[in-house]
Nanobody, 116 residues
Framework: QVQLVESGGGLVQPGGSLRLSCTAS????????MGWYRQAPGKERELVAR???????NYADSVKGRFTISRDNAKNTVYLQMNSLKPEDTAVYYC??????????WGQGTQVTVSS
């Protein structure tokens, strides 16, 4: 099993920045993909960005050019740098990992609120 601990959420004004972090422990040797999803009130959980162990990433169209995902394999940590935040980015952000067997693990979620 993989355990995930997220940090870095909070309240920020439109146009501001936040960086989310997620550190994995447990069966980390099996992790292939790490990523971030988000869920806004009344909406389904959606992919924000994900990155493979080789560093290949992909993004939701809504965050391209504003968010950057990165990964430190030595620290078993994935980051999400969020710039030019908009009110519509407000959501609970969840860290996710997928292992070599296709099994997924989720963090507890961290709230990001973009408001003036």
């Amino acid at each position: 099993q993989v355990q995930l601990v997220e940090s870095g959420g909070g309240l920020v004004q439109p146009g501001g920045s936040l960086r989310l972090s997620c550190t994995a422990s447990g069966s980390i040797f099996r992790i292939v993909t790490m990523g971030w999803y988000r869920q806004a009130p009344g909406k389904e959980r959606e992919l924000v960005a994900r990155i493979t162990s080789g560093g290949s990433g992909n993004y939701a169209d809504s965050v391209k050019g504003r968010f950057t995902i990165s990964r430190d394999n030595a620290k078993n940590t994935v980051y999400l740098q969020m710039n030019s935040l908009k009110p519509e980015d407000t959501a609970v952000y969840y860290c996710n990992t997928v292992d070599a067997g296709g099994r997924g693990s989720w963090g507890q979620g961290t709230q990001v609120t973009v408001s003036s």
